[in-house]
């Protein structure tokens, strides 16, 4: 299943959440309604942050989708593009859920391992499901780098996922599903500091994309950032 997003397209089948700053049904120039693709999670660029050169810029900003349900995912993978400008401080990408309630899934660059991302999963059973999914070299400065990571409940894993490539950097742990309930939903803001840097595309599936999907989704946007 495929768009024209991009060239190759994109994968969409089980694509729930979808923004790109170069595409225009997502921003309007002047405007700060950010719209999701898939017309589900539409949000606003709220505080310190700016829109240009097709991404959003960030210093002690976010986009807020609202208060919104996080659906208990029995699956889940996230992609991104980003650019940071410090990689030894703790710095937010996405927060569905994890601020001032602590369920649902937070990811985040990780200040005890400058470079790491990390991602943190609440599971309805109470087990919390976190750690560091990528080496040291993952995210360089004032570099754009695609990043994410996949999560399932079968195989009870959390894999990071860098460039294309899965990083074989996995986190056991016993997990049902995702502790939902009513949430907010933010791209670069939580209780962790913000992100300070710049984000131009992020995808949310639910289920676990294979290998070969997350290189055909690599290779659809990476001209972009070469």
Known sequence: ?????????????????????????????????????????????????????????FTDGYIDNGTVNVPAFTEFTLDMWVQVTDKTTNKTFLDWGYEGTNNGILFYQHSGAPGNF??????????????????SAAIVNDTWVNIGFKWSATSNQLEGLRNGEYTGTTITAAGTSVEGGSANFKIGDSSFP?????????????RVLSDAEVLQNYNALKGRFE
């Open 118 to 135: 990390r991602a943190l999963i609440y599971n309805q059973d109470g087990t919390v499901l976190y750690g560091d999914v990528a080496n």
């Open 194 to 206: 913000p992100m300070v840097g710049k984000i131009a595309t992020c995808r949310i599936y639910n």
């Open 1 to 57: 299943m495929a768009t024209s997003y991009g060239s190759p397209p994109i994968v969409t089948a089980g694509l729930i959440y979808y923004i790109d700053g170069y595409n225009s049904k997502t921003i309007a120039t002047g405007s700060t309604a950010v719209n999701d693709l898939q017309n589900t999670y539409n949000g606003t660029m709220t505080g310190n942050m700016f829109f240009a050169d097709n991404c959003w810029n």
